[in-house]
């Protein structure tokens, strides 16, 4: 379980809170720690927010297209020549986001959506269905 930093999270991250998935549409420090902003009512203890580990699925639901996969990888690619590969085997080296032939290590969500907004300088796109709250299961 990865316990997310608070200088992790950036605006529009998805995360799950109670489990629902809900974005991060602002943040607040209080003398107690961080608050985020996940609707205009609500604002959260950091601490209570869980990072969305990267699986296939995911890739799947976030609109990406699978375009390989082999007994010991599955790739996706991504707007922008971006691409992320899945390892099958259990060592794991060649997973991660590529970006120009370099793998950078990313297991959550929230990672994937700022180092891409760090590469492009874009956000990544979520499909629109994902924008309303939506039960983990």
């Known amino acids: 379980f990865h ?26 420090n209080k003398h107690n720690g961080l608050f985020v902003k996940i609707d205009s009512f609500t604002a959260v203890d950091q601490r209570k927010l869980k990072p969305i580990a990267l699986t296939a699925e995911w890739f799947s639901k976030l609109g990406f297209k699978e375009v390989y996969r082999s007994s010991t990888r599955v790739r996706f690619d991504l707007p922008n020549f971006c ?3 899945f390892d099958l085997s259990s060592n794991k080296i060649l997973e991660g986001f590529l970006f120009f032939g370099n793998y950078i290590k990313c297991t959550h969500l929230h ?27």
């Not at 930093?5 to 809170?17: D, Q």
Request: proline share 2%; glycine share 4%.
């Open 83 to 85: 691409r992320y590969d």
């Open 111 to 137: 990672q994937l959506q700022n180092i891409y907004f760090t590469l492009t300088g874009e956000e990544l796109k979520i499909e629109e269905c994902l924008k309303q709250r939506e039960i983990v299961a």
């Open 3 to 28: 316990n997310m930093e608070a200088t992790e999270l950036r605006l529009n991250n998805l995360v799950i809170y109670e489990d629902e998935i809900v974005p991060v549409i602002g943040m607040e």
